[in-house]
Structure formats: C-alpha cells, structure tokens
C-alpha cells in the first residue's frame, strides 16, 4: 500500500563507523550517565532561561524557527534525555549493515537523499549504494542542507520532498 518512502539523510548502515559515530559512540555507550545530573539542574531553570540557552546554542543558524526553541526546552527533561541517549547507544551497536535485501524488494519505491558534508552518512556510503543499485532513486544534496536540516531548512526540505512526489500524490 506503500506509493513512495523518502529516507532523507538515512543512517542505515555503519553508524558507528561513521565519522560522528566514532566521536559519539563511545559518550552515547560509555559515559551517557555522566550527563544526566546536569540535565536534572538545568531542569530546574525557570523557561525563560532554558530558551535563552537554547537560543544562544543555536545563534549560529541562518534562520531558526521558533518551533526548534520550543521543542528543544523539552532536553532540559532527564527523562528525554535519557531516552534519547539510550535509543542512541542503541543505534551506534545495531545499525551495522545495510539491509539490501529489503532495499532490493522496495526499491521502486524508495527514494535516497544523501548530504555531501554529513558526517553521520559519508558521501561514500551514497557512492557505495549508487553503485549496488544503480537503478535507485538516489539523490546526492546539492543545496548543502546537513543532516539536521529540521533545525534550519524544514521548509525548504518540504518544498524538495512535494515536488518529488507530486506525480504519487495526483494518484490519490
């Protein structure tokens, strides 16, 4: 039932050899506990002050949406962030090899849209499925958007994604 999936910046394989992987694995799985006392006292900041840190961690984005304040005041909970770093850690030990088989089985209705700079998903893992499947809708980022485009270029990810699928949507 399935007409199109769009894995955009897609972190299916080798997630910790990949160069951010190699930098978070070992805090994500070694030392995830050490962060959770000084979440527990920033979460008693008033939330004036929690969006201001917010705010000042995020001043280098070109545009920054109210939304992403918000939102992101919800990490100053120790049970968020303990829930983030454990699905992490989870992630940095289970997602090793990309599961061709099914990519094989689906992909007519697979779309892959990889970064030129995303340290999470390296250029090569597009060159290495580019190659496996050269019959894939594999896409390489020519707009430099990084892999949290969410924080500063929602819209225009959602303007890309709605053009590529205007011929599925028509068949609604």
């Known amino acids: 039932q399935v007409l199109r999936s769009v894995l955009l910046f897609p972190t299916i394989e080798r997630m910790a050899q990949s160069p951010q ?80 088989t099914t990519i094989k089985q689906n992909l007519k ?10 340290s999470w998903c390296p250029q090569h893992y597009y060159d290495e499925i580019k190659m496996d499947f050269p019959d894939g809708d594999i896409r390489l980022c020519e707009k430099g958007l990084r892999h949290a485009f969410v924080l500063d270029a929602s819209k225009e990810m959602a303007a890309m994604i709605t053009d590529w699928l205007q011929d599925d949507l028509t068949k609604l």
Do not use: H, W
């Not at 929690?50 to 939304?67: I, Q, Y």
């Not at 983030?84 to 990309?98: C, H, N, P, T």
């Not at 209705?109 to 700079?117: A, D, N, S, V």
């Open 21 to 100: 992987g190699k930098l978070m694995t070992p805090l994500l799985c070694k030392l995830r506990y050490a962060l959770y006392m000084p979440v527990f006292l920033l979460s008693f900041l008033p939330e004036g002050v929690k969006a201001s840190l917010v705010r000042f961690a995020l001043r280098g984005m070109k545009t920054c949406d109210e939304s992403s304040i918000t939102t992101s005041i919800n990490l100053f909970s120790v049970d968020c962030i303990a829930n983030i770093l454990y699905m992490a850690s989870q992630e940095m030990m289970k997602v090793v090899e990309r599961d061709s």
């Open 109 to 118: 209705k697979l779309i892959f849209y990889y970064g030129t700079g995303d």
